[in-house]
């Protein structure tokens, strides 16, 4: 029997040796000490054994269970201790990689030059007022002094949209901000007549009205279907065109530079009266002639007047006791000559790899 605990002994110690994880030690455990196990079998033969031999075996049995539970213990730890050290390891943090950097948002360029535009016209009062996108052609046209058929619509290619139920007129896609000009004007002047001002005694207006326009176009680098525009209206007692020629100098000169010069070219707008285009000295070859400005000198950066006086009686105001003037450009043609950007389709693609450079 003692034979036979010996045996049991070795076994389990050389299997003890081979076992390679916890898993396999707590199989160890009750394969070898477990009440089912071999130490405990072993034991029910106890019976057979002459009585004055059991102390002796009871004994031995009693150490081996001793060996090997405390081999069982080191064991235990020397694996538990193993299977921490691999999982500091594997979760090891290496303090010397570069970190990742966080993805950053960041405003698209059309945002930061609308911004720009804004805080320059509001620093000479302009407010900023919005207007709808989808207008009947009676204040998209009509009302700016385009007669119905009149040739000058074909500037303006449009999008016709169906008329909903209770409409009168055709609706349509604003193919410019103009349209705004009348909006804000009866707007002012119904809260001014509701507060029982008379015709002489209306408030006057200074706004920027920004936006998107369509216009069914062919799309090639230099013209989209879709675009911004800022519209600017003052409307007063004895504007003159000396107050828009002021007004625009500071503008061009706060967005691109102190030392920059206007041009004004006469030209024709339905909805203003002079009308006029203006030119800025080439930022590039200041005047000297370059690509940019296709050797003439002068950037076209938008188009103005003094607001005819139908359209400041359809807005409400009476042109014999007030003047006007308004003005219209492109925020993509200004952001495209500040950053020397060649082709409009990239502002509406929402390609990154042009965004995230702004
Ligand atoms: N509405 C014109 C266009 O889309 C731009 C414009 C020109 C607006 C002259 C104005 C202006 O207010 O006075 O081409």
Redesign the pocket.
């Known amino acids: 029997m003692i034979e036979k605990l010996n045996l049991l002994q070795q076994h389990a110690l050389a299997a003890l040796g081979d076992v390679d994880g916890l898993a396999a030690l707590d199989e160890w455990r009750s394969q070898t000490l477990g009440r089912k196990g071999e130490l405990s079998s072993l034991m029910r033969g106890m019976g057979k054994v002459p009585a004055e031999e059991r102390p002796a075996v009871g004994q031995a049995a009693n150490e081996v269970k001793a060996t090997l539970e405390a081999a069982y213990e080191t064991r235990r730890l020397s694996l538990a201790e193993a299977a921490q050290r691999e999982a500091l390891q594997r979760d090891a943090v290496d303090v010397t990689l570069p970190g990742r950097a966080a993805e950053v948002g960041r405003l698209h360029p059309e945002t930061q030059t609308l911004r720009e535009i804004y805080a320059a016209f509001a620093d000479l009062g302009f407010q900023v007022y919005r207007s709808r996108d989808v207008e009947l052609d009676e204040y998209n046209f009509q009302l700016l002094n385009f007669p119905l058929h009149h040739p000058a619509r074909d ?2 290619d449009s999008f016709y949209v169906a008329s909903p139920e209770g409409t009168e007129g055709d609706v349509l896609l604003r ?4 349209p705004g ?1 009348v909006h804000a004007m009866r707007e002012v002047v119904a809260q001014a007549k509701a507060d029982g001002l008379g015709d002489n005694e209306l408030p006057p207006v200074r706004i920027v009205l920004p936006g998107m ?1 369509y216009r069914n176009e062919q799309i090639t680098a230099r013209s989209e279907i879709q675009f911004l ?1 800022v ?3 003052a409307v007063g007692k004895k504007i003159t065109m000396a107050d828009l020629k002021g007004t625009l100098h500071y503008f061009v000169r706060r967005l691109f530079g102190p030392q920059r010069k206007l041009r004004f070219r006469t030209s024709y ?1 339905p ?2 009266e002079p ?1 006029a285009e203006v030119d800025m000295d080439c930022i590039l070859c200041e005047g000297s002639g370059c690509r940019l400005c296709k050797y003439t000198g002068w950037l076209e950066i ?4 003094m607001v005819h006086p139908t359209v400041l009686r359809n807005g409400g105001y009476d042109p014999d006791i007030y003047s006007g ?4 450009m492109g925020p993509e043609r200004i952001t495209m000559l500040k950053y020397g950007i060649q082709d409009i389709r990239y502002f509406w693609s929402n390609d990154l790899r042009f965004l995230e450079q702004f």
Not at 175 to 178: F, I
Not at 302 to 305: H, K, T
């Open positions: 500037m303006q193919t410019h901000t103009s000009q326009c525009q519209e600017g209206l707008f909805f203003t009308s938008l188009g103005c007047g003037f308004a003005f219209g």
